[in-house]
């Protein structure tokens, strides 16, 4: 059982806006950064969102983060079908004193 | 941006210890915990452990008594053991470079590692 909570899916339609939740405490989300990722199958996980809110270079403004107490938010607009994947947030966990991560939640676009 | 490039054994028999090292292709590695991160087949990402330039751990405490990263500064790599494998050890292990924040920016291409008798 994940540290963090998602629902394990989601799906919208082409165009659409979806927005994906994470769930944590006030050890984790509460008191540190959150980061999000995107999956395809067989490949390594990609940075979408770093510090709560802020995108890498080379990310489309279309993925945007958030955070509120002890929880997170990645939203997606203008959804498309290459962004069929699984995503998952992490963080920090102050009291484990480790990394953590959620159960990821994949996105199935119509 | 860096590259990062892991490998190590495939297929381990219980028992046997995991081996896996992660060449950084440039740049220091003062700044960054380098970070090892897996995935069992079919489920999420499970964070193993990290390493500053300094030598400086933390192990994820479920995993914490079999764990052990290391660094080699003059060869650009860092390295994973993990003792007395057992069948829930199979996963695919990714390295990884974060900041002090817990963002990790750049990962391995990732190995899967499977123990079976």
């Known amino acids: 059982q994940s540290v963090l909570t998602q629902p394990p899916s989601m799906s919208a339609a082409p165009g659409q806006k979806v927005t994906i939740s994470c769930s944590g405490s006030s050890s984790n989300i509460g008191n540190n950064y959150v980061s999000w990722y995107q999956q395809f199958p067989g490949t390594a996980p990609k940075l979408l969102i770093y510090d709560n809110n802020k995108r890498p270079s080379g990310i489309p403004d279309r993925f945007s983060g958030s955070k509120s107490g002890t929880s997170a938010t990645l939203g997606i607009t203008g959804l498309q079908t290459g962004d069929e994947a699984d995503y998952y947030c992490?963080?920090?966990?102050?009291?484990?004193?480790?990394?953590?991560f959620g159960g990821g939640t994949k996105l199935t676009v119509l | 941006q860096v590259q990062l490039q892991q490998w190590g054994a495939g297929l381990l028999k219980p028992s046997e210890t995991l081996s896996l090292t992660c060449a950084v292709s440039?740049?220091?590695?003062?700044?960054?915990?380098w970070s090892w991160i897996r995935q069992p087949p079919g489920t999420g990402l499970e964070w193993i452990g990290e390493?500053?330039?300094?030598?400086?751990?933390n192990y994820n405490p479920s995993l914490k008594s079999r764990v052990t990263i290391s660094l080699d500064t003059s060869k650009n790599q860092f390295s994973l053991k993990l003792s007395s494998v057992t069948a829930a050890d199979t996963a695919v292990y990714y390295c990884a470079r974060s900041d002090y924040s817990s963002n990790w920016y750049d990962w391995g291409q990732g190995t899967l590692v499977t123990v079976s008798s």
């Open positions: 440039s740049g220091s590695f003062s700044g960054y915990y």
């Open positions: 992490g963080t920090w966990d102050s009291s484990l004193s480790a990394g953590v």
């Open positions: 390493i500053n330039h300094s030598g400086s751990t």
